[in-house]
């Protein structure tokens, strides 16, 4: 019997879009008391529900504004649902931000320890295995310079070296592949594969359909917040796309 890795039950997310212009907190804090503040509500998902098992890839496609960066925030854990519940079984590696997780100051080895640790990874494991961190991302004449002069490129390798040095059971890939060259981009592909077939799964999004059809064997169509569709990658790429 397969394992449910991540469960998506009825997941509801409501933003609030606040009317007025607001300078402060203090202002903002004033007004909220005496009831001053009006706002609109914009509800980013709708009653999305579904079910990821072990070892599967499942791409979130839709277009801008459709909920998939939401969705994979909820599902990492930083944001929580309004309505509905995520739960998920094991270690969670999450690449949903290019820089998430990075200081700007810092070089790009003080960055290796300080993303690891926000991974939960014990600097003994950084410490051995620095070098294929800096071999898989190809920096290693850049390891010393503060990544704030990194191209996004650049932040890219990093943050996907990092992230997949130790294989996670969960791993949220959100456009991270859609920066660099594409001799990169296949070296992550790569690296991907070998995770799933350890059993790792994966929840990926990418606007790119041939990413997607290469990577994925399953996809769920977003629109408007809304789950539209829910089955096999080339039936939802074609109709998307």
Not at 147 to 164: E, H, P, Q, Y
């Amino acid at each position: 019997m397969s394992e449910t890795m991540v469960d998506v039950n009825d997941v509801s997310i409501m933003f609030r879009l606040y009317r007025e212009n607001v300078d402060n907190l203090k202002e903002f804090m004033i007004k909220k008391i005496k009831r001053q503040i009006s706002y609109d509500e914009f509800w980013a998902l709708s009653n999305v529900d579904f079910h990821v098992q072990r070892g599967e890839a499942v791409a979130l496609v839709g277009k801008n504004g459709s909920g998939k960066s939401t969705l994979l925030k909820t599902i990492a854990g930083v944001l929580k649902p309004t309505k509905g519940s995520v739960e998920i079984k094991g270690t969670v590696a999450p690449m949903i931000e290019l820089g998430a997780g990075f200081d700007m100051d810092l070089t790009a080895t003080e960055n290796v320890y300080l993303n690891g640790a926000i991974l939960g990874y014990p600097r003994e494991m950084l410490d051995e295995n620095m070098e294929k961190i800096i071999e898989f991302s190809e920096l290693r004449d850049f390891m010393d310079v503060p990544i704030k002069n990194f191209s996004s490129g650049m932040f890219a390798r990093l943050g996907f070296a990092v992230a997949t040095i130790y294989t996670p059971d969960i791993l949220i890939v959100d456009e991270i592949l859609s920066v660099g060259d594409w001799q990169f981009q296949e070296k992550c592909h790569r690296r991907i594969q070998e995770m799933l077939e350890q059993g790792t799964t994966l929840l990926f999004v990418s606007h790119s359909m041939d990413q997607v059809r290469q990577v994925c064997n399953r996809a769920i169509l977003l629109e408007h917040g809304h789950m539209i569709m829910d089955d096999d990658v080339e039936k939802v790429c074609s109709y998307f796309g």
